[in-house]
Nanobody, 121 residues
Framework: QVQLVESGGGLVQAGGSLRLSCAAS????????MGWYRQAPGKQRELVAA???????NYADSGKGRFTISRDNAKNTVYLQMNSLKPEDTAVYYC???????????????WGQGTQVTVSS
């Protein structure tokens, strides 16, 4: 059994910062890419940022220059530092991880339950 638990969401004023964390736990053999997605009301879920096990990163244009994704491989944890937040960043933020469980062959993608980020103007 694998769990991804996010934390760090909340309410912040425009221009403020938040740091999201997501820890993967359970019977994990290895973790490949990890990422953050978001879904605003009435919109599709979209990629915010992703990071490989080697540290290569990829960002959506909306977050470039403002968001930074990082990870701690020893803790199976991914972070998203969000600066200069805008009202349009308001959404539920989900983390995901492509990982291999000890009891299974092959790697699968798992999702967290989501954390609300609300940016007021």
């Amino acid at each position: 059994q694998v769990q991804l638990v996010e934390s760090g969401g909340g309410l912040v004023q425009a221009g403020g910062s938040l740091r999201l964390s997501c820890a993967a736990s359970g019977s994990i053999f290895s973790v490949n890419a990890m990422g953050w997605y978001r879904q605003a009301p009435g919109k599709q879920r979209e990629l915010v940022a992703a990071i490989t096990s080697g540290g290569s990163t990829n960002y959506a244009d909306s977050g470039k220059g403002r968001f930074t994704i990082s990870r701690d491989n020893a803790k199976n944890t991914v972070y998203l530092q969000m600066n200069s937040l805008k009202p349009e960043d308001t959404a539920v933020y989900y983390c995901n991880a492509n990982l291999r469980q000890r009891s299974l062959s092959g790697s699968y993608t798992y999702w967290g339950q989501g954390t609300q980020v609300t940016v007021s103007s």
